[in-house]
Every structure is written in structure tokens, then in C-alpha cells.
């Protein structure tokens, strides 16, 4: 991929001020606030943004009471907050928290909070001025049964009192709408304060938004507002914009010829959770540490994930002074549900029932967009239709009914025909969305992109795999066909930044949708919708294509020659002329449904120029082997997913002849392995390994290296090394320790992030995990101490050279 473009300045101040370019203002007085906005932040030395986000300046206000725990175990919809940067000392002072606010549809309300327990007080450094406080606030009882709650929020700035809100008698679990005018005097201090003997208050999404700050919004000329549309299973040939000749998604269509339209898009995930995670974060959902195989985020993914720096776009609209809200039927974005994260939005409004979600969130996104029609909003808003199960209203089914020809209608299978019912009463309440924008006449300067996380299976000739979650081939998640990762994507530009495109391609459009030519990926919507908002962070870890710079000014868009994603615990790499598909060793037996025998499918490989439907494996074939052998090496050579790899020493014979054997068993299962032609390595299972070499004697003083690619960040393994059916003793991690059987490896022993010393020239086999992708890294001070505990335990016997 050509990513030279994604490293874009979007901060006119220091880095510290959070000050985004959109915000510059074309006329004099407008510009002159701003600047002025900007010098009291960095005079401040706190990191100033637009509004100010009071979760975010938490790291620099001072708390009366630090809070490392969580007091509130009971409650278990809650997680410490992970945008806000505190130490572990004070990590629950943000909490992410969720009310369940209706128990009938599963409707789970999670906001970004400051928490109060009892007695608690946060003071804050804000410039002089006049600001709007909003906020939604929620209390919860010391107890869980609890009969009443009760306090008062007090806000000051220095001894001035400003606001005094009576909580008592409240509903618990309920967030409640506040707003309040605040002046904020020279002092420059705003203090908050919670009297109460046994209740506990959470301020969500507080924000300050100055008045300089909503006039500038509304003069800046430059969009308000970004609304990611996602559709869960939308398929992209059942769209009349990418060619189905019947009128099933109207109103889709209609915004797409005003759009910036991606001609043969892919996502990066065929299920949703490593689909959206992968476009969100412009990266692999391996790569984050998140896997592809099942539901579960376990606590060492959450480890590797937070332990990292990580732009979403979330996270990045937020720090650029959007406020950011999901209106969603995901728990992928929702830390407490142990299968989610906190991607840093402040509002997320979920619900978890089928079938009557769908009107449920337009009505809330619809309520959202009017609310928040004068500020500057990120929002996402995901549709669950339509997702299996394909039960779309009876009005919906008649309207395609009316459109599709009966002939053509009844050769779809039952599951399609409603299927194509879901996708018209997901085009319908979309559309009940852009009328609300129009009517309040925020549609033509609000940037909306339309995508889907991937598509769904219907061929019969596709008909195999383990059909483990659906027991059905109409599903997805088990297959890498086109039907089932090839979806929509789409960006309508605001009217502020379409009229000023120079590209050849914008003027080629004349007036229609500005094609993107060849196929494209998921992976470009963050850096491509961020390049043209100018909202790219400098050193951004965003890894896509941004399509803005060519679409913006440039003649030729870059391109995306190799698109790769991710399945359960399997992958694929597509280009214009092939796809090649591998599952991971201990997942390849699948099974034909209508033959109902199991059969082993390690590869597939398909010659898209030949085959478009992708009916014909190659990889077994004779006149696939050139192919094959050619697509191996570009999978090998683009090296996708980073790994923790198991680097394994097989010492060289000193006998007239060796016959070495070795077993393994994996704790983070086997992904994938580099070993020389001489030794043989087969694998009975996801976490097994057999090897076998056959050598003679030589005078070579070096071993010969065997890498083992785990799926998982777990970095323990169970080890037994015989040479000529003797078993021999066996070196560990970093030092070499020295075992005489059969071992199973606990961390600390297994870890060493570089080779250790020695390790080339050994004389007994040595088995260390390089712990790469954990982010197991030594300081300097500890590498030296190494070296120190190293020559100690040589002394005491543990390491014999």
C-alpha cells in the first residue's frame, strides 16, 4: 500500500493545544478568538481542547480522593476509563459506565464519566470565560438494594458559587440531561463538589463548550459533523449503485451518486468484530492484539491492546473537539461485556434485541442529530439488518415484492428473499435518517460515509465449512468469498470541501460520483475520511491508504495491490488476479454439507481473472502449482499479522548420525512456521507440533533454527527433545536455563525479547519466545542486571556451558 500521504499535520498549535485546522476561521474576529483560545492553552500547559472535555483534563485537575479500585463491585457494568491517561492510583476516577435504562429491548446507555464516591471533589484549570456545562447524570447506591439516594453537586469557580444541584430523591440508574452556564473567573479554577454521606455520582460527557467556541463552529465553514453509517452483513451486489437492476435500496443509492464511490471495496475481517475493530483503528485486529476466533476478549488481549498506542477514529474525533456518540446493536465496543473494548467514545447507546432494534436507533440517532445540529459531532451508527435472522416487516417484504419480477424473486432460496426484505427496511429507516438532516438543513455540510462490515454467504456452490455458529452456509465469518467480504463504501463529502476538489477525478464526475477504480479495503476509511477533515495526528498508527490527497488535488490514486483479511482462526490475501485463502494448522477440516463427509482444506486458491464466482480450487491442482507458489511467497513476503514467535535451537550432530525428535504443545496455538527443507514438521492440532531431522555428523559450530508463529500472546509451551531416542536436556529463555526432561515453561522462564547470548553456538537445544508482539521489552538497567544474574547463575551450577 502507498501510505506516504497519511502522516498530515491536524494541530495549529503545539501538540499540546489539540487544535484542529478546521477550526481557522475565514473572517478576521472569528480568527483573532481563536488565536486568543489557543495562547491561553498553551500558557495553561495543560492540554486545551474544543470544548473542553473535562474526562480528558483529568491527568492535570487534583482530586480529593484517588481512587485505584473499584467500589462499586456490585455494579458490574463498569470499567475504569482508558482514555483519560491516569495513573493506576487514580485509574476509577474515569469510569466508563452503563445503566441498563430498559430491560425489554436490553437498552444499555454507557457514558464517559468523572466518579464521585462520597466526599469527593475535583478542581480544574480552565481559561477565563463564559462556557456551556452539559452533562448526563447518573447515581448509583453504596449497596445494590439500597432504598434512596441523596446529595448535592456544587460548582465553583474559586469562591463564587455557580451551580448547586439537589439530587435527592433521584432514580437510581438513570441518566438524567443537566446544563448549566458557567463563569469561570480569573483564578482560572473550576471546582466540583459531591456532598453525600452513602450515594455515588457519575457526571458523563462533561463537556465546556465556550460561546467563542459554538460561534466559531457555525463561521468556520468547514463540516459540523461526520456520520459513519455501518450495516451489519451488507452484501454490495444487492445495491442498485453497484449494479442489482432492481430498486431495493433507494435512498442509498441516491446519496451514493453524490459521493465519492469505491467501485470493488473489501473489508478486513468476514465477522464483525475483527471487521470493525481493523476499519476503526485503520490496523488488523491481530495486530491490536484482539485475534479473529471467537467472541471472547480475554484480560492478556485487553493487556496488549491498552498497552499500546492506539488512534481510532473515535479516539481521534474526540481529541479534535467532535463529541463522539454510538448508536449501535455491538457489544464490540463496550469494555464491561468481556468482549469489547473502550474505543474512547463519550456516549454509547446499545441494544441488544433483534428485529426491533433497527427502529429503536434511528429514532435516537434522529433526536441526536437534532440535539447536537449546532456542534460539531462524530457519530457511528450501526444497523444490526441485516444480519441474520432475516425478519424484515411485512411492508418491507411487499415493497420488494413490487420491484423484484417473480421470476427473478422466487429463484432466491427463502433466506435471500428476506434478506433482500431487511436491506429495503434498512435503506428506509437510513433514509428517515438523511430526511431528518435535510429538514434541519445540516445534510449538504455533513460528511456521511455508508460501509458495511461485511457481507453473507448464499452460494450453494460455497456450501462448506464447520457452520459452527449459523448451522446454516447463510451466514458469514467461515468463508473469504467475495460475497461474504466484498460490501458497500461509500463518502458523501460536505459541500464545503466537494466544491473545492481540483483532481482530475472530480472533474471527471461532472456532477456524479467520483470513482475509486480497482478494488479497495476497509482499511483506508479512518486516514482517507480523516485526510480530508485535515484530522490525521502527526505519527499516527493508522496503516491505510488516504484517498483524500488524489480525490482532493492529485490525478492518480494510490492502490491497493494486496488486500488481506482475517476469518476464525483463517485468512486470505486478495489481489486483481488471484485469491488465496489458508487456514491456521489444527483448523482445516471442514465438511460438505450435501455429502456430509469431513475433508481437509488447509488452501484454496482461485484465479479471479477465470474465475469470478470462485468456484475452481487451484491449490490441488497441477495447473494451480506455479499460482500457488507465487501466491505463498506474497502472503510470506507482505508478513500481515505480527506474532510472538518461538525461536527453537537444534544443535548440530556430533555423532555419525542424528535422528532428532521434538514435540511441543502450544499455549498460544500454532499460526504458522519457518523451518529449512531438511526437517519435517507436521501439527496433529491447533497446539501441537511434531518435528523430525535426520543429519550426520558435521564440523559446523552453529545450530539450525526453527520459528514457531503463535495465534495468541501467550508465551508458554510444553517441550521434549530426544536425539537418537535419547532424551537430552534442554535450554530456556533468556538465560539458558538448563532442564534435563520434559518441561512445561511458566513465563518468566520462556521470555527473552532478543536472542540470548550463546544461543547461535549451543550445544543442547534451546527454546526461547521472543515475546515481540506481547511488548515484553527490558530497559536498560535490566539488561544489565541480566547479564549480573546471568554470571550468578552460572556460579551456582543452574547454567553449564
Not at 77 to 103: A, V, Y
Not at 418 to 440: C, F, N, P, S, W
Not at 592 to 615: F, I, N, V
Request: aromatic fraction near 12%; proline fraction near 5%; charge should be neutral.
Amino acid at each position: 500500500m502507498d501510505d506516504g500521504n497519511l502522516k498530515r499535520k491536524n494541530f495549529s498549535c503545539s501538540s499540546e493545544t489539540c487544535f484542529p485546522n478546521w477550526f481557522h476561521m475565514r473572517s478576521t474576529v472569528p480568527f483573532a478568538l481563536t488565536i486568543c483560545f489557543c495562547l491561553l492553552g498553551c500558557l495553561n500547559k495543560s492540554e486545551r481542547r474544543f470544548p473542553v472535555d473535562l474526562v480528558l483534563e483529568l491527568r492535570n485537575a487534583k482530586s480529593k480522593i484517588s481512587i485505584s479500585r473499584d467500589l462499586l463491585p456490585y455494579h458490574w457494568k463498569k470499567n475504569p476509563g482508558r482514555q483519560s491517561g491516569l495513573p493506576l492510583s487514580r485509574k476509577w476516577e474515569n469510569t466508563q459506565i452503563t445503566f441498563n435504562t430498559d430491560k425489554e429491548i436490553f437498552l444499555n446507555h454507557s457514558l464517559d464519566s468523572l466518579f464521585f464516591p462520597p466526599g469527593q471533589e475535583y478542581e480544574f484549570k480552565i481559561p477565563q470565560g463564559q462556557y456551556e456545562f452539559s452533562s448526563l447524570i447518573g447515581l448509583l447506591g453504596g449497596t445494590e438494594f439500597q432504598p434512596q439516594i441523596s446529595g448535592n453537586f456544587k460548582i465553583y469557580s474559586g469562591s463564587s458559587l455557580l451551580g448547586d444541584w439537589n439530587l435527592s430523591g433521584s432514580v437510581k440508574e438513570r441518566w438524567t440531561a443537566k446544563k448549566e452556564t458557567l463563569e469561570i473567573g480569573e483564578s482560572g479554577s473550576l471546582r466540583m463538589v459531591w456532598e453525600s454521606n452513602d450515594s455515588y455520582l457519575f457526571v458523563g460527557e462533561p463537556l465546556l463548550y465556550s460561546k467563542e467556541t459554538l460561534s466559531s463552529f457555525v463561521s468556520a465553514g468547514k463540516p459540523k459533523s461526520v456520520i459513519l453509517i455501518v450495516i451489519d452483513s451488507a452484501r454490495k451486489d444487492f445495491f442498485g449503485s453497484y449494479g442489482y437492476p432492481y430498486s431495493v435500496t433507494p435512498e442509498m443509492d441516491q446519496m451514493a451518486k453524490e459521493s465519492v464511490f469505491f467501485e470493488n471495496p473489501f473489508a478486513n475481517g468476514n465477522w464483525t468484530k475483527p471487521s470493525m475493530m481493523s476499519f476503526f483503528h485503520s490496523e488488523y485486529s491481530s495486530n491490536l492484539g484482539l485475534g479473529n476466533s471467537w467472541f471472547s476478549t480475554k484480560p492478556y488481549q485487553r493487556k496488549v491492546y491498552y498497552g499500546k498506542k492506539r488512534d481510532n477514529l473515535a479516539k481521534t474525533f474526540r481529541e479534535a473537539g467532535y463529541f463522539s456518540k454510538t448508536i449501535m446493536n455491538n457489544v464490540f465496543f463496550l469494555d464491561y461485556t468481556t468482549v469489547g473494548l473502550d474505543l474512547g467514545f463519550h456516549n454509547s447507546f446499545q441494544v441488544g434485541m433483534d428485529i426491533v432494534d433497527t427502529e429503536v436507533l434511528t429514532n435516537h440517532a434522529i433526536q441526536f442529530v437534532n440535539e447536537y445540529k449546532d456542534k460539531p459531532y462524530f457519530l457511528h451508527f450501526n444497523l444490526n439488518t441485516p444480519h441474520a435472522s432475516y425478519s424484515p416487516p411485512p411492508k418491507d417484504m411487499a415493497a420488494v415484492r413490487s420491484v423484484v419480477p417473480t421470476e427473478v424473486f422466487y429463484r432466491y432460496e427463502s433466506p435471500v428473499q428476506r434478506y433482500l426484505g431487511e436491506m429495503h427496511y434498512t435503506d428506509r429507516e437510513i433514509g428517515r435518517l438523511v430526511a431528518a438532516l435535510k429538514k434541519q438543513g445540516t445534510y449538504d455540510d455533513t460528511m456521511i460515509i455508508v460501509t458495511g462490515d461485511h457481507g453473507e454467504l448464499f452460494s450453494a456452490h460455497h456450501d462448506y465449512s464447520y457452520h459452527f455458529i449459523m448451522q446454516t452456509r447463510f451466514g458469514h465469518g467461515e468463508t473469504h468469498y467475495d460475497e461474504e467480504i466484498n460490501v458497500p463504501y461509500w463518502i458523501k463529502l460536505p459541500k464545503s470541501i466537494h466544491n473545492n476538489l481540483k483532481s482530475e477525478l472530480a472533474k471527471k464526475a461532472n456532477g456524479g460520483p467520483i470513482r475509486i477504480p480497482g478494488q479497495s479495503s476497509l482499511f483506508s476509511l479512518a486516514p482517507t475520511i480523516l485526510g480530508f477533515l485535515d484530522l490525521l495526528p502527526k505519527e499516527s498508527t493508522y496503516k491505510g491508504v488516504d484517498y483524500s490527497t488524489c480525490i482532493r488535488q492529485t490525478n492518480v490514486c494510490p492502490t491497493e495491490n494486496f488486500i488481506y483479511t482475517e476469518g476464525r482462526m483463517s485468512e486470505s490475501v486478495r489481489t486483481e488476479n488471484y485469491k488465496y485463502i489458508r487456514r491456521y494448522p489444527g483448523f482445516t477440516t471442514v465438511r460438505r454439507t450435501a455429502a456430509g463427509e469431513p475433508h481437509t482444506m488447509a488452501e484454496e486458491l482461485y484465479d479471479l481473472k477465470k474465475d469470478t464466482e470462485e468456484k475452481n480450487n487451484l491449490s490441488h491442482l497441477p495447473e494451480g502449482k506455479n499460482l500457488l507458489q507465487m501466491a505463498r511467497g506474497d502472503f510470506r513476503r507482505k508478513n500481515f499479522l505480527k506474532r510472538n514467535q518461538l525461536r527453537i535451537l537444534i544443535p548440530p550432530c556430533s555423532e555419525s548420525i542424528c535422528r532428532d525428535f521434538l514435540s511441543l504443545n502450544v499455549q498460544g496455538s500454532i499460526y504458522d512456521w519457518e523451518v529449512s527443507d531438511s526437517i519435517q514438521l507436521s501439527s496433529g492440532s491447533a497446539k501441537t507440533v511434531s518435528l523430525l531431522k535426520e543429519s550426520k555428523a558435521t564440523n559446523r559450530t552453529l545450530g539450525e533454527e526453527v520459528i514457531l508463529k503463535t495465534v495468541n500472546p501467550e508465551l508458554g509451551a510444553f517441550f521434549s527433545f530426544t536425539r537418537n531416542g535419547k532424551t537430552i536436556p534442554v535450554r530456556f529463555g533468556r538465560y539458558g536455563l538448563e532442564f534435563q526432561r520434559s518441561f512445561t515453561n511458566s513465563e518468566d522462564l520462556i521470555v527473552s525479547e532478543r536472542q540470548p547470548e550463546g544461543f547461535p553456538s549451543s550445544s543442547l537445544p534451546w527454546v526461547y519466545n521472543d515475546g515481540a508482539f506481547s511488548g515484553t521489552r527490558e530497559s536498560e538497567v535490566q539488561r544489565e542486571m541480566g547479564k549480573e544474574v546471568k554470571k550468578i547463575l552460572e556460579t551456582w551450577g543452574y547454567i553449564h556451558e
